[in-house]
C-alpha cells in the first residue's frame, strides 16, 4: 500500500514538472514580432497582436504590449476568431456583407450603414475581424456626417485586424484582402487627420465553401494551418490489404499553393513500400464548390519473401463535390501502371473509392466511404479515415494519398 501510495506522488511530480514545461514553451518570442509599417500594425507569427481590451498594437502601444509580453501573448488565444464550426450561417454572412459593397456601389450610403448593423446583429465579433467599420466610415463621411465618419474610422483603426473575418473561408488571408486592409487603413488616418477620402474600389465578394486539406479533389487549404506552414505531417495509417496489416505514414511538403511534393511509406515484416507523390491541384470552382486533384506516384518496393526490389510507377485522381456547406462527396481512384502477380494485393486498397463526409469542425469530418467489397464509416482528420470496416469486422485507420 504504501509502494502504490509513492508510486502516485512520483507520477503527480511528474505530471506537474510536464505542465510547467508545456506551460513556459508556450511564450513570447521577440524574433517572431514583426511591425508592418504600410499599415503600422504589428503582429506575431503573422497574427496581428492585440492588448487585453483587444485593442490592436501599433506603433503607439508596443511598449505598452512589451512590458506585459509573456502575458498578454496567453491571451492572444482567447481573442482569436472562432472559426471552427462549418455551417451555411458563413454563407449568409457573406452575402449580408456582399449586401454592404453593393450598396456602396450604388451610393446608396444610408443602406450601406444599416446592413452594416444588420451584419453586426448578426455575427458580434465581425467589428473585430473585418473592415465594416471602415464601410460604415466611408458611408457616414459621403453622407456628410463627420462626427459619426470619425468614430467609425477610430473603431476601425483601433479594433478592426483583417478586411475579412476568417468566417468568410478562404478570402481573408489573399495577397488583396491584405494590401486592401493596409489601404483603408492609410485611408482612414487620413481622413482623421485632414478630413479627405481617396477614392477607393470596394469588391464585392461570394460565398466560398470550405474544403478540408486533402480530401478527395482538393489538396493544402492554408486556412486549416499556420500562415507559414509548408511541411506537413499528412498522416497515419493501418489497413488490412491482402490478408496482412500494413503501417502507414505520409507528409507533404508544399512547393506551391496548388501543388505539394509527398512522400510516404507503407510496411508490415513482409513488404515494404516508399512513396514519393507530386498532389497538384488540377483545377477546382471559382467557390471551391468542386474540385479536381490529379496525383503522379512512384514506389519503390521490397519483398522480404524474394528479396528482389521494384519501381512500380501509378496516377491517382480524386474529385470532390459540396453539395451543401457542411457536406461533399468525394471519388478517388488509383492506377497502377505495373503490378505482378507478387504486387497485386497490396495495390488493391488504391482502387476506387466513393465517400460521403459531413463536415463537424475545421479538418474534421464524419464520413462514410464504399470500396470495392467493403464500407468503412468513421471520421476523417487531415487525409486519415479513422472507422470501422465493415467487410473485415475490424478497426481501420486509411490513408488517403491521392
Given at each position: 500500500?504504501?509502494?502504490?501510495?509513492?508510486?502516485?506522488?512520483?507520477?503527480?511530480?511528474?505530471?506537474?514538472?510536464?505542465?510547467?514545461?508545456?506551460?513556459?514553451?508556450?511564450?513570447?518570442?521577440?524574433?517572431?514580432?514583426?511591425?508592418?509599417?504600410?499599415?503600422?500594425?504589428?503582429?506575431?507569427?503573422?497574427?496581428?497582436?492585440?492588448?487585453?481590451?483587444?485593442?490592436?498594437?501599433?506603433?503607439?502601444?508596443?511598449?505598452?504590449?512589451?512590458?506585459?509580453?509573456?502575458?498578454?501573448?496567453?491571451?492572444?488565444?482567447?481573442?482569436?476568431?472562432?472559426?471552427?464550426?462549418?455551417?451555411?450561417?458563413?454563407?449568409?454572412?457573406?452575402?449580408?456583407?456582399?449586401?454592404?459593397?453593393?450598396?456602396?456601389?450604388?451610393?446608396?450610403?444610408?443602406?450601406?450603414?444599416?446592413?452594416?448593423?444588420?451584419?453586426?446583429?448578426?455575427?458580434?465579433?465581425?467589428?473585430?475581424?473585418?473592415?465594416?467599420?471602415?464601410?460604415?466610415?466611408?458611408?457616414?463621411?459621403?453622407?456628410?456626417?463627420?462626427?459619426?465618419?470619425?468614430?467609425?474610422?477610430?473603431?476601425?483603426?483601433?479594433?478592426?485586424?483583417?478586411?475579412?473575418?476568417?468566417?468568410?473561408?478562404?478570402?481573408?488571408?489573399?495577397?488583396?484582402?491584405?494590401?486592401?486592409?493596409?489601404?483603408?487603413?492609410?485611408?482612414?488616418?487620413?481622413?482623421?487627420?485632414?478630413?479627405?477620402?481617396?477614392?477607393?474600389?470596394?469588391?464585392?465578394?461570394?460565398?466560398?465553401?470550405?474544403?478540408?486539406?486533402?480530401?478527395?479533389?482538393?489538396?493544402?487549404?492554408?486556412?486549416?494551418?499556420?500562415?507559414?506552414?509548408?511541411?506537413?505531417?499528412?498522416?497515419?495509417?493501418?489497413?488490412?490489404?491482402?490478408?496482412?496489416?500494413?503501417?502507414?505514414?505520409?507528409?507533404?511538403?508544399?512547393?506551391?499553393?496548388?501543388?505539394?511534393?509527398?512522400?510516404?511509406?507503407?510496411?508490415?515484416?513482409?513488404?515494404?513500400?516508399?512513396?514519393?507523390?507530386?498532389?497538384?491541384?488540377?483545377?477546382?470552382?471559382?467557390?471551391?464548390?468542386?474540385?479536381?486533384?490529379?496525383?503522379?506516384?512512384?514506389?519503390?518496393?521490397?519483398?522480404?519473401?524474394?528479396?528482389?526490389?521494384?519501381?512500380?510507377?501509378?496516377?491517382?485522381?480524386?474529385?470532390?463535390?459540396?453539395?451543401?456547406?457542411?457536406?461533399?462527396a468525394g471519388f478517388s481512384a488509383g492506377f497502377p501502371f505495373v503490378h505482378p502477380d507478387e504486387w497485386q494485393p497490396y495495390f488493391e486498397s488504391f482502387q476506387w473509392r466513393v465517400s460521403l463526409n459531413a463536415h463537424i469542425?475545421?479538418?474534421?469530418?464524419?464520413?462514410?466511404?464504399?470500396?470495392?467489397?467493403?464500407?468503412?464509416?468513421?471520421?476523417?482528420?487531415?487525409?486519415?479515415?479513422?472507422?470501422?470496416?465493415?467487410?473485415?469486422?475490424?478497426?481501420?485507420?486509411?490513408?488517403?494519398?491521392?
Amino acid at each position: 500500500m504504501m509502494r502504490t501510495v509513492a508510486c502516485f506522488k512520483r507520477a503527480g511530480r511528474y505530471i506537474i514538472c510536464a505542465g510547467i514545461i508545456l506551460y513556459t514553451s508556450a511564450c513570447f518570442r521577440t524574433r517572431h514580432l514583426a511591425y508592418h509599417e504600410s499599415c503600422n500594425l504589428y503582429t506575431y507569427r503573422n497574427v496581428p497582436l492585440r492588448l487585453p481590451d483587444r485593442r490592436l498594437v501599433t506603433i503607439a502601444n508596443i511598449d505598452t504590449f512589451l512590458m506585459q509580453a509573456q502575458t498578454n501573448y496567453l491571451m492572444q488565444g482567447r481573442m482569436k476568431e472562432n472559426d471552427l464550426s462549418i455551417s451555411r450561417f458563413d454563407h449568409i454572412l457573406v452575402s449580408q456583407y456582399d449586401s454592404v459593397v453593393m450598396a456602396m456601389e450604388s451610393k446608396n450610403y444610408a443602406q450601406a450603414i444599416a446592413s452594416g448593423e444588420k451584419l453586426k446583429n448578426m455575427y458580434r465579433a465581425v467589428e473585430f475581424y473585418s473592415d465594416i467599420s471602415f464601410l460604415q466610415g466611408y458611408a457616414w463621411a459621403s453622407l456628410g456626417n463627420r462626427d459619426s465618419a470619425r468614430v467609425a474610422f477610430e473603431k476601425f483603426l483601433n479594433y478592426a485586424g483583417q478586411k475579412y473575418p476568417s468566417r468568410f473561408r478562404g478570402l481573408s488571408r489573399t495577397l488583396a484582402a491584405r494590401d486592401q486592409y493596409c489601404r483603408e487603413r492609410s485611408a482612414a488616418v487620413g481622413y482623421l487627420y485632414h478630413d479627405t477620402l481617396p477614392s477607393l474600389i470596394f469588391q464585392r465578394i461570394a460565398p466560398v465553401f470550405y474544403y478540408q486539406s486533402f480530401s478527395p479533389g482538393y489538396g493544402y487549404n492554408p486556412d486549416d494551418f499556420q500562415t507559414d506552414a509548408r511541411w506537413i505531417f499528412s498522416g497515419v495509417g493501418w489497413e488490412y490489404v491482402a490478408d496482412q496489416s500494413l503501417f502507414q505514414a505520409n507528409t507533404v511538403y508544399m512547393l506551391h499553393p496548388r501543388l505539394g511534393l509527398s512522400t510516404g511509406i507503407r510496411f508490415n515484416q513482409h513488404v515494404q513500400l516508399l512513396c514519393a507523390a507530386l498532389p497538384w491541384q488540377a483545377t477546382w470552382a471559382t467557390n471551391r464548390r468542386w474540385g479536381v486533384k490529379l496525383t503522379p506516384l512512384l514506389f519503390f518496393a521490397h519483398s522480404n519473401h524474394t528479396d528482389r526490389y521494384r519501381l512500380i510507377p501509378m496516377a491517382g485522381m480524386s474529385v470532390g463535390y459540396h453539395f451543401h456547406p457542411r457536406y461533399y462527396a468525394g471519388f478517388s481512384a488509383g492506377f497502377p501502371f505495373v503490378h505482378p502477380d507478387e504486387w497485386q494485393p497490396y495495390f488493391e486498397s488504391f482502387q476506387w473509392r466513393v465517400s460521403l463526409n459531413a463536415h463537424i469542425v475545421k479538418n474534421l469530418s464524419a464520413s462514410v466511404a464504399y470500396s470495392p467489397h467493403t464500407v468503412v464509416t468513421g471520421i476523417t482528420v487531415s487525409n486519415t479515415l479513422l472507422g470501422y470496416d465493415w467487410g473485415s469486422r475490424r478497426v481501420v485507420l486509411i490513408l488517403q494519398i491521392f
